[in-house]
Antibody
Framework: QVQLQESGPGLVKPSQTLSLTCTVSGDSMSSGNNYWGWIRQPAGKGLEWIGRVHTSGSTTYNPSLKSRVTMSVDTSKNQFSLKLKSVTAADTAVYYC??????????WGQGTMVSVSS | DIQMTQSPSSVSASVGDRVTITCRASQDISTWLAWYQQKPGKAPKLLIYVASTLQSGVPSRFSGSGSGTDFTLTVSSLQPEDFATYYCQQANSFPLTFGGGSKVDIK
């Protein structure tokens, strides 16, 4: 079955760039017409959609983060990535990657905790 | 942005109880609504999409209804494994947004 796994540094310094990768296993990212998204959740709080990328490279970002976010996809590695620049403590959260086949996120990674601190 | 408001924010219930959670959208989202279940330390799990379609593998005690701005998630007979936090999410327009969550705990 399809599985997603986030990877990247667990600690990022303020003003630096947060970089995460999501590796998809169990199927090719290019099969089906899926979008691949990132969602984050600060400790004890709700879910915030960051954005999504299609295997074509097309992206859609949350306007609240758009100026700082870049997403990309590497179908040869079956991976997609998130970069969030100029981070502050407010960006501290668990970051999830997820598959979005049709108007909902049906498969999620386990999540990775990212702390922003000097 | 479309605001999603869930109620109640928390509910205490017993095994076997019928539990209903409501989600209200700040504007018409047709049936572009999904429901998720999240347990502590775990990723959300998709339960229902397009308001009333049960995700494969999800028990039939879960059901969803509604359209426009008002939606409900119902658990017909609460089981021990159902104690969790539930989130709604609209997929009508960007940015995709989630409700604040409804925690179901043991009475």
């Amino acid at each position: 079955q399809v599985q997603l796994q986030e990877s990247g540094p667990g600690l990022v310094k303020p003003s630096q760039t947060l970089s995460l990768t999501c590796t998809v296993s169990g199927d090719s990212m290019s099969s089906g017409n899926n979008y691949w998204g990132w969602i984050r959740q600060p400790a004890g709080k709700g879910l915030e959609w960051i954005g999504r990328v299609h295997t074509s490279g097309s992206t859609t970002y949350n306007p609240s983060l758009k100026s700082r976010v870049t997403m990309s996809v590497d179908t040869s590695k079956n991976q997609f990535s998130l970069k969030l620049k100029s981070v502050t403590a407010a960006d501290t959260a668990v970051y999830y990657c997820a598959r979005e086949p049709f108007a909902a996120f049906d498969i999620w990674g386990q999540g990775t905790m990212v702390s922003v601190s000097s | 942005d479309i605001q999603m408001t869930q109620s109640p924010s928390s509910v205490s219930a017993s095994v076997g109880d019928r539990v209903t959670i409501t989600c209200r959208a700040s504007q018409d989202i047709s049936t572009w609504l999904a429901w998720y279940q999240q347990k502590p330390g775990k990723a959300p799990k998709l339960l229902i999409y397009v308001a009333s379609t049960l995700q494969s593998g999800v028990p039939s005690r879960f059901s969803g209804s509604g359209s426009g701005t008002d939606f409900t998630l119902t658990v017909s007979s609460l089981q021990p494994e159902d104690f969790a936090t539930y989130y709604c999410q609209q997929a009508n327009s960007f940015p995709l947004t989630f409700g604040g969550g409804s925690k179901v705990d043991i009475k």
